[in-house]
């Protein structure tokens, strides 16, 4: 069994107006030091395969095809024997 934690980062080129949001909600509490804050994802799952092959390839389709958005965001993940 394996646990899979993945991490989508929006591309440094694409706006982020959460992250936009939240660094103005920052600065608005007194610290204006703080800049290009980004919002990203963390997500993760238990996969009961003992193949670490097939589940690398089942992690990686799963967040080409549903958890990330391929055109905004880049993904990478890492995976846990558990």
């Known amino acids: 069994m394996f646990k899979a934690k993945i991490f989508i980062k929006r591309r440094r080129t694409i706006l982020d107006p ?11 509490l007194g610290f204006e ?3 290009n804050v980004r919002i990203d994802k963390f997500i993760e799952f238990e ?6 092959e097939k589940v690398r ?8 095809s549903l958890l990330a958005n ?3 965001e880049d993904y990478y993940f890492e ?3 558990i």
């Open 47 to 52: 996969i009961d395969e003992v193949d670490e």
């Open 33 to 35: 030091n703080i800049k």
């Open 79 to 81: 995976l846990e024997k």
């Open 70 to 72: 391929p055109h905004l």
């Open 18 to 28: 959460q992250g936009k949001a939240v660094e103005l909600g920052i600065k608005s």
């Open 57 to 64: 390839n089942e992690v990686d389709k799963i967040c080409d």
